[in-house]
């Protein structure tokens, strides 16, 4: 699974899209391990958007919990954006919505971030 990424300031965006199930997930895990580490190298918070996501799975849940286990203990945070209708159904029944940020747009997970995260994703999406 391909995740297309993009820095804000103080906060790296990730998008990942489609099914995130137990045949994605291990490939889920791949990519997000390595945003994970380059978040918590660049010192930045991770945003995960989902509005592209149709569906996330337990093994899904399993992997952000892991990652935001790995954020949490270097003093980062992460954020999941956008929950589709499914996803945010799954997330709730399973409360998630609860244990993990969740934000309902990326604008408003952005500022949960930083002042500068939120500044810079509002300069580049006023820039033509």
Do not use: N, W
């Amino acid at each position: 699974m391909q995740i297309a990424s993009r820095q804000y300031a103080d906060a790296l965006v990730a998008a990942p899209a489609g099914r995130v199930d137990h045949l994605s997930a291990p490939g889920f895990e791949s990519e997000l391990t390595r945003l994970v580490a380059q978040a918590r190298d660049g010192g930045s918070a991770l945003v995960l958007d989902f509005s592209d996501v149709e569906y996330i799975s337990s093994g899904g849940l399993r992997v952000l919990m892991i990652a935001a286990t790995q954020m949490r203990a270097r003093q980062g945070k992460l954020v999941v954006a956008a929950l589709q209708t499914v996803a945010a159904e799954i997330f709730a029944v399973s409360r998630f919505d609860r244990v993990l940020t969740v934000a309902t747009t990326l604008e408003d997970a952005l500022e949960h971030c930083s002042t500068a995260a939120l500044a810079a994703y509002r300069q580049s999406s006023a820039t033509p």
